[in-house]
T-cell receptor, first 111, second 112 residues
Framework: DTGVSQNPRHKITKRGQNVTFRCDPISEHNRLYWYRQTLGQGPEFLTY????????KSRLLSDRFSAERPKGSFSTLEIQRTEQGDSAMYLC?????????FGSGTQLSVL | DAKTTQPPSMDCAEGRAANLPCNHS???????VYWYRQIHSQGPQYIIHGLKNNETNEMASLIITEDRKSSTLILPHATLRDTAVYYCIALNSGGSNYKLTFGKGTLLTVNP
């Protein structure tokens, strides 16, 4: 069990650029979650997959954000036309039951 | 899911028990109490959860009051590595979506 893996760990980009993050969940975990966390705040829910189906999206997930989980395994989160307000830690979690297992996150800095 | 209230910060001496309170006065009958913690620069980590009865595992104990309006997470012998933000979350896990709603949590600082 290698845990939930997220890449990259850090991403610095210029405003207006597109970025994509990857999450590899624990194998056989059918549920996958994306969260966003800003400094001093708890993580905020963004979206949730069960297998390849995206079942819930937060209103925080504007139309510049898109998430996929094409084969029910790894997932990607893309942000188009990044803004400075997108700077945050993006966390991925997976589960098969009631416990969520989180990765270490991708820290995004938009300059 | 019911709102939870936690103190913003607490201190504890190394080797002593850390008792972290959580208020969830509006919790409904089918909502569980979950505790996660987040060590600096890491993702949250599951600790324990319970419905009515007290629970204990290798990490901690969870004491839930009889009226279920509050609970206490107990770390019996705190170490420096227990310094983290602790989140108390009320969650209706009757469905298949275990979506967690995090507050700001309690920053526990364990001092040598």
């Amino acid at each position: 069990d290698t845990g939930v893996s997220q890449n990259p760990r850090h991403k610095i980009t210029k405003r207006g650029q597109n970025v994509t993050f990857r999450c590899d969940p624990i194998s056989e975990h059918n549920r996958l979650y994306w969260y966003r966390q800003t400094l001093g705040q708890g993580p905020e829910f963004l979206t949730y997959f069960q297998n390849e189906a995206q079942l819930e999206k937060s209103r925080l997930l504007s139309d510049r954000f898109s998430a996929e989980r094409p084969k029910g395994s790894f997932s990607t989160l893309e942000i188009q036309r990044t803004e400075q307000g997108d700077s945050a830690m993006y966390l991925c979690a997976s589960s098969i039951g009631e416990k969520l297992f989180f990765g270490s996150g991708t820290q995004l800095s938009v300059l | 899911d019911a709102k939870t209230t936690q103190p913003p910060s607490m201190d504890c001496a190394e080797g002593r028990a850390a008792n972290l309170p959580c208020n969830h006065s509006t919790i409904s009958g089918n909502e569980y109490v979950y505790w996660y913690r987040q060590i600096h620069s890491q993702g949250p980590q599951y600790i324990i959860h319970g419905l009515k009865n007290n629970e204990t595992n290798e990490m901690a104990s969870l004491i839930i009051t009889e009226d279920r309006k509050s609970s206490t997470l107990i770390l019996p012998h705190a170490t420096l590595r227990d310094t983290a933000v602790y989140y108390c979350i009320a969650l209706n896990s009757g469905g298949s979506n275990y979506k967690l709603t995090f507050g700001k949590g309690t920053l526990l600082t364990v001092n040598p």
